[in-house]
């Protein structure tokens, strides 16, 4: 079998995240999508302990419906597969969604969905390879979400010391130019009181000088 794309929905078929196994077109996947909601329109909205199957014209659409109490909304779990494809294997793909989900996501709803997104999206990749099912359980995949928390925590940590040291750097840069202008405002200052004690002189100066002028006496 085949899952084309999984995606994550509102009640109304309005898109949380999607993640598609196929080199198809994006478009291509927004129009199963648009499709989806036009299918899903008119159908009872609540809460399903299994799952249910929509068909258009190329391709089958599994989906399961969640409902959260606490705020009286609707998420769908959704898978886009071909029409020739095990519907159990599809089904079991999507226990393991919202397994995942419900050890993510402490309510089922549009915050806490697009929160744990990346989350999904790496779960996605556990459980599906160029779109067939890949034999994984949940312990395999909440240990690969682990460890890309890890990886994820340990570059956020790189991050953080680099802006640091780039501030740190800024700081240095910043106290070395007020350092060196308060330099150079002292060097013109100097200039400019020694221009001053030996550049200048007064009427009074002139008026001590000795006079070196002859006076002639008449004979």
């Not at 095990?86 to 697009?114: G, H």
């Not at 790189?158 to 040291?165: A, H, L, T, V, Y």
Request: charged content about 30%; some cysteine; overall charge negative.
């Amino acid at each position: 079998m085949v899952i084309i794309a999984a995606a994550v929905c509102a009640g109304t078929g309005r898109v949380y995240v999607s993640r598609q196994f196929l080199e198809i077109s994006r478009a291509h996947i927004d129009e199963h999508l648009s499709t989806f909601k036009i299918l899903l329109d008119g159908r009872p909205v609540g809460f399903s302990l299994s799952f249910s199957v929509v068909e258009s014209e190329s391709v089958r659409f599994v989906y399961r419906k969640l409902i959260e109490p606490k705020y009286e909304g609707v998420v769908i779990v959704l898978l886009i597969t071909t029409k020739n494809e095990n519907i159990l294997v599809a089904k079991k793909c999507l226990e393991l969604t919202v397994d995942v989900m419900k050890e993510r996501c402490m309510f089922f709803d549009e915050k806490w969905v697009l929160k744990h997104s990346l989350d999904l999206v790496l779960a996605f990749d556990e459980m599906v390879s160029m779109g067939y099912v890949v034999d994984v359980d949940m312990g395999a995949v909440v240990e690969c979400l682990s460890m890309e928390s890890e990886e994820e925590n340990r570059q956020r940590l790189i991050r953080n010391w680099q802006e640091m040291e780039t501030r740190k750097l800024a700081e240095r840069r910043t106290k070395d130019q007020e350092k060196e202008a308060r330099a150079n405002s002292a060097v013109a200052d100097t200039d400019v009181v020694s221009y001053s004690t030996f550049g200048s002189y007064t009427l009074e100066q002139d008026a001590l000088k000795p006079s070196t002028m002859s006076i002639k006496r008449p004979p």
